[in-house]
């Protein structure tokens, strides 16, 4: 005797050998011996083992399910009712195992209910579902057409108008990702490969700009509607004014002029140094829409040929240390010695004149190292505040204790592009001007972090030990810089740090209760979510910049280039800002000089291989410290 029987879900056959009140023997079909369940076993039959599955298949195939559904009664029913009815006699083995199988195999007609019993489903359930077949039948014969234009070469409309969407952040329930992953397994190349193949990346530069903007930026980088500022530099009529006459350092793409300078002569012989930083806070309320984007955008986001600032444009415009205004400002003047010694520190909420705006490019062909230490007697704009300042900068950085002659020399680099033309040039990092403004806002950042700790005023500050750089809203040293604390204070339109530290000083010059009070969560949140995103920003700046030096190696066929090496693979490509790791190289001391070639520049990746081909001479190789 044989049995037709289900097993994991699929129905068998198999001839018993032996049985008892609960289970079965069998050898199957295939020659293996099984324990089945009595219960699992459907119908028991004696025609041949090896013909019954493929005739009860065969039969199963010619029941039309849409006949057996309007055929079968409403109410639940068994099996060999149904093939009384449908075959019109008693149904013989085979008939019967054919329609089970029917029936178990179209769960959409018929709902199981238990071992032979069925339901058959409420005709709109029926109806939704047979519309979900053939619409999902429709949209592979939309994925089948797509995958096909793409392994062709083609780029289907719908597709490239997701394309960005599909390569950074996919959705993976949508026919255009289905099909774009589709079309990439089987074309064998990566989903950015693909999409450059068929034209979908025309320039890398924007792709990478595509997946920021949908990371940071996903309403777009536009500021959309908002109020203006409360209270422009025009409506602060209570605001003193300043003696000083200031001016400001900057390249001259730069906008958001945050600080500006001022010396003036005191009656003692000794000089009161103005630090004036612009003033936003001052036009900008709590919770208005201009503070919600400053807490929304957190910083300026800056990347080789253009930048996204945090501030719109005209918000800019009215607090920026424009020349020939009276700008609002925080100012700290401190009084110095003609021993170049601060004796005294004083903190001002006033307008200032801002006389001059200079810029680098002018600025440094008169005032450089070489006129410093041979003046040619060349005269300038602020010519005598510039040499005093210089000289008062250099005394700042020996109380720091980071004066060294004898530093090997570092340089800084501008990228700049103008029509995919990489242009890049180097600047002697520590040039007189960079060292005046880095050190006197060093002297800001660090004695405002000093003051507010003294009143007991948490701030955001910039804290560095054992090599690592982190932010806390508590004064901490910044060994790198060599100061007892540092707050981020003097870039208040390029950064939220700045923005609230601002906040907080004005509650502090003016004896008001603190915005943020010690121990205050949102300080501390806002803390965090700015050391994250300025992180991130830096981080795509770094990578705009590493293939902008990679196109420029291919614009200028640059094959055998020259390195420093850094630490063990490491090296820093010699007249670029460019660090890579090299394959193979030698065990070599820091600062020794090598010659490599160039095997291969990847820009859609933005990958390099270079090869080590000799050693050269030793140079002191430079140090990327953080600078204020």
């Known amino acids: 005797m044989n049995v037709f029987y289900e097993e994991s879900g699929s129905f068998k056959v198999g001839s018993i050998v032996s049985r008892s009140d609960a289970s079965l023997q069998v050898d ?29 298949d065969k039969l199963a195939a010619d029941i039309d ?21 449908y075959f019109g006699h008693e149904p013989s083995a085979v008939e019967a195992a054919a329609l089970i199988g029917r029936l178990h195999g179209a769960p959409m007609y018929f709902y199981k209910k238990g071992k032979g019993r069925y339901k058959k489903a409420p005709q709109d359930a029926l109806q939704a579902a047979l519309a979900g077949i053939e619409r999902k039948k429709r949209e592979q014969e939309q994925i089948d057409g797509w995958v096909a234009e793409l392994k062709a070469g083609a780029l289907p409309e719908a597709i ?9 952040k996919p959705d993976k329930n949508t026919l255009e990702f289905k099909a774009f992953d589709q079309a990439s397994r089987e074309t064998g190349l990566p989903p950015l490969r693909l999409a450059d193949k068929v034209g979908g990346i025309p320039s890398v530069p924007d792709y990478l700009m595509a997946g920021f903007l949908m990371e940071y930026f996903p309403k777009g980088a536009g500021f959309g509607k ?74 300026t986001a800056y990347f080789p040929g253009d930048k996204i600032t945090m501030l719109p444009d005209d918000v800019v415009q009215a ?23 601060p004796v005294a520190f004083e903190n001002r909420i006033e307008k200032v004149h801002i ?41 700042l950085e020996k109380r720091r204790g980071k004066y060294d002659p004898t530093r090997p020399v570092q340089h800084d680099y501008n990228i ?34 000093r003051m507010l700790a003294e009143a007991d005023i948490p701030a955001m500050y910039r804290a560095q030990s054992m ?76 990578k705009m910049e590493h293939y902008w030096c990679l196109k420029y190696l291919l614009q200028e066929n640059i094959t055998a280039p020259t390195a420093t090496v850094i630490k063990e693979d490491l090296v820093r490509i010699d007249g670029l800002p460019l660090r890579l790791r090299i394959p193979g190289l030698p065990e070599l001391a820091r600062g020794d000089r090598v010659q490599l070639s160039v095997v291969k520049v990847d820009l859609l990746t933005q990958e390099v291989e270079l090869r080590y081909t000799g050693r050269l001479d030793h140079v002191e190789a430079e140090t990327d410290d953080e600078e204020g």
């Open 160 to 168: 490239r108008s997701q394309l960005m969407q599909l390569l950074w």
């Open 28 to 56: 199957t079909q295939h020659g293996k011996r099984a324990k089945i369940k009595s219960a699992n076993v459907f119908l028991e039959f004696n025609s041949p083992l090896a013909d019954f599955l493929p005739a009860a």
């Open 319 to 341: 607090f920026t240390l424009q020349e020939g205004r009276d700008c609002p400002a925080f100012s700290l003047y401190a009084e110095v010695t003609p021993e170049f010694e």
């Open 416 to 449: 700049d592009v103008s029509d995919g033309h990489v242009t890049i040039t180097i600047r002697k990092r520590g040039a007189p001007m960079d060292k005046l403004v880095s050190e006197l806002m060093i002297l800001a950042n660090s004695e405002w972090g």
């Open 65 to 85: 399910l849409d006949f057996l559904w309007e055929c079968s009664p409403d109410d639940e029913f068994g099996y060999q009712d149904l093939a009384a009815d």
């Open 467 to 542: 090599g690592k750089v982190r932010m806390t809203t508590r004064p901490e040293p910044h060994m790198g810089l060599g100061v007892a604390q540092y707050a981020w204070s003097t870039s208040p339109l390029r950064r939220a740090s700045d923005f609230i530290n601002q906040r907080q000083l004005a509650a502090m010059i003016r004896g008001e209760k603190p915005l943020f009070p010690q121990g205050d969560a949102m300080l501390f949140a806002i803390l965090r979510d700015f050391d994250a995103t300025y992180g991130a920003y830096l981080s795509f700046q770094d």
């Open 226 to 299: 908002y109020a203006p500022p409360a209270a422009p530099p025009a409506a602060l009529p209570e605001l003193p004014v300043s003696s000083a006459r200031a001016f400001s350092i900057d390249d001259a793409n730069t906008t958001e002029i945050d600080d500006a300078l001022s010396v003036e002569d005191l009656p003692n012989g000794n000089k009161r140094v103005g630090i004036h930083i612009a003033a936003p806070t001052l036009g900008v309320p709590v919770d208005s829409d201009i503070e919600k984007m400053v807490l929304s955008r957190l910083s």
């Open 355 to 395: 006389a001059a705006n200079l810029r680098h490019a002018e600025l440094e062909q008169v005032f450089n190292e070489e006129t410093l230490a041979n003046d040619p007697g060349v005269d300038y704009p602020f010519k005598r505040e510039l040499v005093w300042l210089w000289q008062f900068a250099e005394a």
